[in-house]
């Protein structure tokens, strides 16, 4: 009996944990929302990739990057979704990247 109110217990934390660590704000810096949505087509160095015909990012604009997210239809779900707040962190990462 009372290994299974440990369990539960750690079972709680786990499920809030779970649910709490995405939505903290030093989780939604923009190198690591680069890293995580954008590197694997783009290049980790933001250089592009000319054979999947992805542009190259580093030193775009806010504006530039807004509107490729928005338009670009071959995006993934997850990246087309992508918060306001996200896309100007990812810009203003790859503004330092020049």
């Known amino acids: 009996m009372k290994t299974t109110k440990?369990?539960?217990l750690v079972l709680t934390i786990a499920?809030?944990?779970?649910i709490l660590i995405p939505s903290?704000?030093?989780?939604?810096?923009?190198?690591?929302?680069y890293k995580a949505k954008c590197a694997a087509c783009h290049?980790?160095?933001?250089?592009?990739?000319p054979a999947m015909k992805a542009p190259a990012l580093a030193g775009k604009s806010e504006a530039d990057i807004t509107k490729g997210v928005a338009e670009t239809a071959?995006?993934?779900?997850?990246?087309?979704g992508l918060?306001?707040?996200d896309?100007?962190?990812?810009?203003?990462?790859l503004k330092g990247l020049k």
Do not use: E, R
Not at 25 to 33: P, Y
Not at 43 to 49: E, N, P, W
Not at 87 to 93: C, D, G, H, L
């Open 6 to 8: 440990i369990a539960a």
């Open 15 to 18: 499920v809030a944990l779970f």
């Open 24 to 33: 903290l704000s030093w989780a939604d810096d923009g190198a690591g929302l």
């Open 43 to 49: 290049g980790a160095d933001a250089a592009g990739k």
């Open 74 to 80: 071959k995006h993934p779900a997850g990246v087309k």
């Open 83 to 85: 918060a306001a707040d």
């Open 87 to 93: 896309v100007k962190a990812i810009a203003t990462y």
